[in-house]
């Protein structure tokens, strides 16, 4: 069973954003074994700007990675993924030895240039920009109809 860790900068304060993980997360637990870590974010103005958020944030992501994780970021400027793209995607990662994969939700203000180098692959879900705490649920969601779409099994539309 592949192993799918969702590490996001920042947490989610409000609960409907929590219920809607949540809800996610329990639907994925016949496909996948999937969880969320969540890093602190920096405040650009409590820590000295955008570039020193950056770079506190991409070191809390690339310390969170596991050496054997297949770390994929989320990124506007990565490749675009359909929903029979993401299901490709996932279901070829274990025919090519993969097993642990870390989908990676960068700060507010990006990421650092040494999670952008660690990262094997680079997706993006559109070109609009997504607050994060919608990314998370949207990303949840895209793995939940990704594994429905290998198996060929209803889910609405």
Known sequence: MLH????????LKESFWRDACAEYSKRL???ANVSVVE???ADPTRVGGDDQAVSREGEGILKALFPD???????????RMSSPGIARALEELPLA??????LIIGGS??????????????????DITLPHNLA????????????KIQRGEPYHK
Do not use: M, T
Request: contains cysteine; hydrophobic residues 45%.
């Open 69 to 79: 994780e297949f770390p994929i970021l989320l990124d506007i400027g990565g490749k």
């Open 109 to 126: 203000c990006g990421v650092s240039a040494e999670v952008r180098q660690r990262a094997r692959a680079r997706w993006s879900l559109g």
């Open 4 to 11: 799918i860790r969702i590490i996001a900068v920042g947490r």
């Open 39 to 41: 890093l602190p974010d």
């Open 97 to 102: 030895g993969v097993n642990d994969v870390a």
């Open 136 to 147: 998370r649920v949207v990303l949840l969601e895209q793995v939940y109809r990704a594994f």
């Open 29 to 31: 637990k016949p496909y």
